[in-house]
């Protein structure tokens, strides 16, 4: 007798159910920065016992550390090695860092790269505005696709018909009054910003907030959906916006194609 197979056996299930689990715990980690046990308990729901397996499993290979004094779990030496492996968008924000550099200057406003995962868009490279006052945003970052401006951008590379599915699966919260939640009203936008190159957030994701998005790259093209944006307050919006950032928007979009090779 084997302890799994192909058959109806709960041995598998129960396995990918752990896997799952232990991958929660160091995203729940991550996004904390540290946490307790009862905290990871209390968060995730999880049993006592299968938490006390699970971190020890996590803590015995190096993806978790558990600190001596505080007794708090932080992400180990494990995830920086794996994501040191990791190239997905690493030679694309490289190149385009120092492009972004020079429209953050130009514009004096902040410019940011993202690339798209399900219907959220995650900042790659940021250039913050020089001014003080700017909308706060880091590296790593995820917000919804609908209500930004670069996000409507990332889903106009996509396939209409993929785009419509993603928008459709999931729940779209309005975060603004000027939120659009409604997928086919969100697919006409979609379309709009495929034809004529450029997506706008009008205080969408945030009041006093706004933001020109083109989009960069499709997923055929480098195996990622990318788009570039400049954000700035309301209070700085400059005459004849959209279109007048636009232009060095594209202008930039351009030479980051360029000096990839696309």
Known sequence: MTASGDGGGGAEPQS???AARALEIVE??????ALSFND?????????????GLLRTLEGEGWLVQESETRRFTLGLKVWQLGQRYDGHRGLA???KPIMD???RSTGETVQLARLDGVENVYIAI????NPMRMASTVGMRLHAHATGIGKALLSTLDPGEARRRLSAVVLPRLTARTVTDPDELMRIVTRTADVGYAVDDEEFV????????PLTAEGETGIAAALSVTLPT????DGWPRSLYAPLAHAAEEIRAAMGL
């Open 40 to 52: 990871i308990v209390a968060r995730l729901g999880l049993p006592k016992s299968s938490a006390h």
């Open 16 to 18: 990918v159910k752990s």
């Open 102 to 104: 020079a429209l953050a």
């Open 207 to 214: 009041e006093g907030c706004r933001c020109v998005a083109v």
């Open 127 to 130: 250039s913050l505005s020089p």
């Open 94 to 96: 490289e190149t385009a």
């Open 28 to 33: 729940c980690v991550a996004e904390a920065g």
């Open 235 to 238: 209070q700085r919006t400059p």
